[in-house]
């Protein structure tokens, strides 16, 4: 006789599983809010900060040179826990960003040029006024490498601030900022590679060209399972250290190389379940069934499910957390602490990094966004979404100069020394609080929510309106 379904695993005591729920509920709820990975952050930040500036300032910069070791035998390993975070967790933030970006060039907004074109010309736009602006304010040799700062956009931040508008943000405004934000991703990972990394060693490369073509073999021979890609992606990150070339870009190049076709699909998925639930029931009729005969039907299930998605779909949802609320904010509570003192902005070329890098994401941002978008719309190469006008490209344009993830790990890759470091970090934090205050106030003036008449629908629509 079949016992009923319980909702509650065996063993479960239901007070305290009402008790957790309760608690947890809350918890819950607040990590799937879109904005929330930015308030975890702003949290990480600000405690940093003011750890970094209190009586335990020496303990929380001490914590960061803690030597970590990792090996057997002969073969160690040893690196601070700085560099473990920055180099080495970092790796799987690029590896969800390479995700992001093989997804959005197969199905997403970067698969057609024609809907590509907007938020490529923002994007360039607001990578390129922002650098010259620093460089405009930092004709110096010893600051001038700094350029690169301002130009990334944080995904996190500028989602969340657009989140706290609430109805006011149409959909297509909200696509518009992922998709610049994707290829301000690529464009921040293409400056790193080519101008913050030392010089390129070809044995480095070499071992790289390894891992790729590990990764290339094991496609070919139909391995699906993740875990089998670890080998190979260490391999390629170690090839990069090697080289000369920031590690965490093997993270974009495993990303890119990850299929975005699944195997089974939601067809082969309905398939292969009917088939285990006939199996299933007809094991459970019959008396001498044993337990274990579920194992097979059981692991077929398991596989359709794993092979519904499509690997770039399933790891990005599978990483997607434990990058958001983990790795980021470990990052941030890692790097944002700045000590505020007259040694770290005594002298001017620290000053002046700080004002680049304030001006270049706060104005620099917005200036390069929209005027890049209205040059190309103007000139009939793309057109407004629907439902978007030229406020709302103003908006995403001010919470684009919200940089913190990628620009405060560029400012590490551009200064060596700790004064300029600590002035383009405390530049980066402070300009995205600006530029997400302004992108708040500007987003409650100028947005209402209600359609945008003149906005043009389609690129079509616009080739027929110039043509009339």
């Given at each position: 006789?079949?016992?009923?379904?319980?909702?509650?695993?065996?063993?479960?005591?239901?007070?305290?599983?009402?008790?957790?729920?309760?608690?947890?509920?809350?918890?819950?709820?607040?990590?799937?809010?879109?904005?929330?990975?930015?308030i975890v952050l702003l949290i990480a930040s600000v405690v940093a900060l003011a750890l970094a500036n209190s009586?335990?300032?020496?303990?929380?910069?001490?914590?960061?040179?803690?030597?970590?070791?990792?090996?057997?035998?002969?073969?160690?390993?040893?690196?601070?826990?700085?560099?473990?975070?920055?180099?080495?967790?970092?790796?799987?933030?690029?590896?969800?960003?390479?995700?992001?970006?093989?997804?959005?060039?197969?199905?997403?907004?970067?698969?057609?040029?024609?809907?590509?074109?907007?938020?490529?010309?923002?994007?360039?736009?607001?990578?390129?006024?922002?650098?010259?602006?620093?460089?405009?304010?930092?004709?110096?040799?010893?600051?001038?490498?700094?350029?690169?700062?301002?130009?990334?956009?944080?995904?996190?931040?500028?989602?969340?601030?657009?989140?706290?508008?609430?109805?006011?943000?149409?959909?297509?405004?909200?696509?518009?900022?992922?998709?610049?934000?994707?290829?301000?991703?690529?464009?921040?990972?293409?400056?790193?590679?080519?101008?913050?990394?030392?010089?390129?060693?070809?044995?480095?490369?070499?071992?790289?060209?390894?891992?790729?073509?590990?990764?290339?073999?094991?496609?070919?021979?139909?391995?699906?399972?993740?875990?089998?890609?670890?080998?190979?992606?260490?391999?390629?990150?170690?090839?990069?250290?090697?080289?000369?070339?920031?590690?965490?870009?093997?993270?974009?190049?495993?990303?890119?190389?990850?299929?975005?076709?699944?195997?089974?699909?939601?067809?082969?998925?309905?398939?292969?379940?009917?088939?285990?639930?006939?199996?299933?029931?007809?094991?459970?009729?019959?008396?001498?069934?044993?337990?274990?005969?579920?194992?097979?039907?059981?692991?077929?299930?398991?596989?359709?499910?794993?092979?519904?998605?499509?690997?770039?779909?399933?790891?990005?949802?599978?990483?997607?957390?434990?990058?958001?609320?983990?790795?980021?904010?470990?990052?941030?509570?890692?790097?944002?602490?700045?000590?505020?003192?007259?040694?770290?902005?005594?002298?001017?070329?620290?000053?002046?990094?700080?004002?680049?890098?304030?001006?270049?994401?706060?104005?620099?941002?917005?200036?390069?966004?929209?005027?890049?978008?209205?040059?190309?719309?103007?000139?009939?190469?793309?057109?407004?979404?629907?439902?978007?006008?030229?406020?709302?490209?103003?908006?995403?344009?001010?919470?684009?100069?919200?940089?913190?993830?990628?620009?405060?790990?560029?400012?590490?890759?551009?200064?060596?020394?700790?004064?300029?470091?600590?002035?383009?970090?405390?530049?980066?934090?402070?300009?995205?609080?600006?530029?997400?205050?302004?992108?708040?106030?500007?987003?409650?003036?100028?947005?209402?929510?209600?359609?945008?008449?003149?906005?043009?629908?389609?690129l079509e629509e616009a080739e027929s309106s110039t043509e009339k």
């Amino acid at each position: 006789m079949n016992r009923p379904h319980s909702q509650l695993a065996p063993g479960t005591w239901a007070p305290a599983r009402r008790l957790a729920q309760r608690v947890l509920g809350p918890l819950d709820r607040f990590l799937h809010v879109e904005a929330a990975s930015g308030i975890v952050l702003l949290i990480a930040s600000v405690v940093a900060l003011a750890l970094a500036n209190s009586p335990w300032g020496g303990a929380y910069e001490h914590l960061w040179h803690v030597p970590i070791t990792i090996g057997a035998g002969s073969l160690v390993f040893t690196q601070t826990l700085h560099f473990c975070i920055n180099e080495g967790l970092m790796t799987i933030f690029f590896f969800v960003v390479g995700l992001e970006i093989r997804r959005e060039i197969h199905e997403g907004e970067l698969a057609d040029l024609k809907r590509a074109a907007l938020p490529i010309a923002a994007a360039v736009g607001g990578m390129i006024a922002p650098a010259l602006l620093y460089l405009t304010l930092n004709a110096s040799p010893v600051s001038r490498h700094g350029w690169g700062v301002p130009m990334a956009t944080d995904i996190a931040f500028a989602v969340g601030v657009l989140a706290l508008l609430g109805k006011r943000v149409p959909p297509a405004l909200r696509v518009l900022l992922l998709a610049l934000a994707i290829i301000d991703d690529i464009g921040a990972i293409i400056v790193i590679a080519l101008f913050y990394s030392s010089g390129v060693a070809w044995t480095g490369l070499l071992i790289a060209g390894g891992g790729v073509l590990a990764v290339l073999v094991l496609q070919r021979f139909g391995v699906r399972r993740p875990v089998a890609y670890v080998a190979p992606g260490a391999l390629l990150w170690w090839g990069m250290l090697r080289a000369g070339i920031h590690p965490t870009i093997a993270g974009v190049v495993i990303g890119l190389l990850t299929p975005v076709r699944s195997w089974f699909g939601s067809h082969g998925f309905l398939k292969a379940a009917r088939g285990v639930v006939e199996e299933v029931g007809a094991l459970t009729g019959r008396e001498d069934h044993r337990a274990d005969e579920l194992l097979s039907p059981l692991r077929r299930i398991k596989q359709a499910q794993r092979e519904a998605l499509a690997p770039v779909v399933r790891l990005q949802a599978a990483l997607h957390p434990w990058v958001a609320y983990g790795i980021m904010p470990l990052f941030a509570f890692a790097n944002a602490g700045v000590r505020v003192d007259g040694s770290s902005l005594g002298h001017a070329a620290s000053g002046a990094v700080l004002l680049g890098v304030m001006v270049g994401l706060v104005a620099g941002k917005p200036l390069g966004v929209f005027l890049a978008s209205f040059a190309m719309v103007r000139l009939g190469v793309c057109a407004l979404p629907r439902g978007v006008g030229w406020p709302g490209i103003a908006v995403v344009g001010c919470v684009a100069g919200i940089g913190f993830t990628m620009a405060i790990f560029i400012a590490g890759l551009a200064f060596d020394d700790p004064a300029m470091l600590a002035a383009a970090k405390l530049g980066v934090l402070l300009a995205s609080a600006v530029a997400a205050v302004i992108g708040l106030l500007v987003g409650r003036l100028v947005l209402s929510g209600a359609p945008v008449p003149g906005a043009a629908r389609t690129l079509e629509e616009a080739e027929s309106s110039t043509e009339k």
